[in-house]
């Protein structure tokens, strides 16, 4: 079971708080550091210093980093033409040495995009449809030769598509819940399907769909990752998952029943029921970031009695 750092810097981080989590990440022995794609907070938090861009982060921990995988959970589809994001994505692999992952979802939170002027869209999953084609088709084309498209959405005209990432594939990364046309995208797409915030019985519904999605479509089922992210909170004793829950304005009973709270010995059965219904890979949500002794703890106390 891989164990990944996920954070919501929307929530109120600066760059340098989240490079000491990403160097925590490193050290501790996690295998990635992912973080969210958003530019406005959500609830009752500060925010402040305000929102960080996922890439421009991820460029710069490319550099400061030297194990860890890095990517995206979930790049906005709705913030960045594709063929833009197809470039920024190449060189931050390049810049890593190869570490990069790109999880992309059609966009949904209204609020930011009107907050800093960007267009929202009616028709956000075909959009996301037409973008990971583009995507995938630049960084697939061969150096030497041209790609073009022409969609409902995006057309491009012989571009030379470059640059290539550093990864002979930079492994994509496609979540979510929808029953039909979000398993055959993930089928035709992507290499790791993530469910976010679900239970168990509904992941281990939604990797069947994914699955049988794969098949039909002449993969095989086994060739894509599936994964879960949870919202953490882990102590060495009751009062001190209350102290961290109450950091995030949670409550106990509320996340152990959606995430992974409690003692390690509990988390580490929970995430048995994941693991049970095909989850190899676990994104631990992180909401309070200047705690880096949570993070100790879970690495030294729940990590070690996960099966490889």
């Known amino acids: 079971m891989d164990l990944r750092i996920f954070t919501e810097p929307q929530q109120g981080a600066s760059y340098d708080t989240l490079l000491a989590v990403a160097k925590a990440t490193e050290e501790l022995g ?39 995988r890095l990517g995206t959970l979930m790049t906005a589809g709705t913030f960045r033409l594709p063929g833009v994001l197809a470039i920024q994505v190449a060189q931050v692999d390049a810049m890593s040495g190869g570490r990069v992952e790109l999880g992309l979802g059609a966009g949904w939170f209204e609020a930011e995009h009107t907050a800093y002027g960007i267009p929202f869209p009616k028709e956000k999953f075909p959009r996301l449809e037409e973008q990971l084609a583009v995507i995938t088709g630049l960084w697939g084309t061969p150096e030497g030769e041209t790609f073009s498209y022409d969609g409902t959405y995006y057309q491009l005209a012989d571009s030379p598509a470059l640059p290539k990432p550093a990864q002979r594939r930079v492994p994509v990364l496609i979540g979510g819940m929808g029953k039909e046309r979000t398993p055959r995208l993930a089928a035709r797409y992507a290499d790791e399907f993530n469910i976010p915030f679900g239970s168990a019985e509904d992941s281990g519904a939604q990797f069947e769909r994914v699955r049988r999605a794969a098949e039909e479509a002449g993969r095989k089922p086994d060739d894509l990752v599936y994964s879960n992210a949870l919202v953490a909170c882990v102590g060495r004793d009751d009062a001190e998952v209350a102290r961290r829950a109450a950091a995030i304005g949670r409550d106990v009973d509320e996340l152990k029943r959606n995430g992974l709270a409690g003692s390690p010995a509990e988390v580490v059965d929970r995430i048995g029921s994941f693991a ?22 879970i690495a030294a106390q729940v990590k070690p009695q996960l099966p490889e």
């Open 30 to 68: 996690y295998d990635a550091f992912f973080r969210s794609d958003h530019y406005l907070k959500m609830g009752d938090v500060d925010g402040l210093p305000g929102p960080t861009d996922a890439w421009i982060t991820l460029a710069g921990l490319a550099r400061e980093t030297s194990r860890i």
């Open 276 to 297: 049970e219904v095909g989850s190899s890979r676990i994104y631990l949500q992180i909401l309070d970031l200047s705690d880096l002794d949570h993070l100790e703890l």
